[in-house]
């Protein structure tokens, strides 16, 4: 499978990022979107962990009301 790149702005990043990390260009575009997918999944989870606790706490509270 081939990845084409239009916008060369991207080719340029991952060329950069590829040189400081002293990797090939596949492996530095792949680390960079495991590490962003893995913050994205954490916030995402975080968010969900975050609205539970948040209606837990309404429900306590509307108990306590009643």
Known sequence: MSLSFEDGEIL???RELASFSGESL???I???LE???GRER???GADRNFASRLE???EAQEA???
């Open 12 to 14: 340029d990043l991952a």
């Open 26 to 28: 596949v492996a530095a």
């Open 30 to 32: 792949r680390t960079a």
């Open 35 to 37: 590490e962003k997918l």
């Open 42 to 44: 954490l916030l995402r």
């Open 56 to 58: 837990r706490l309404a």
């Open 64 to 66: 306590e009301l009643v």
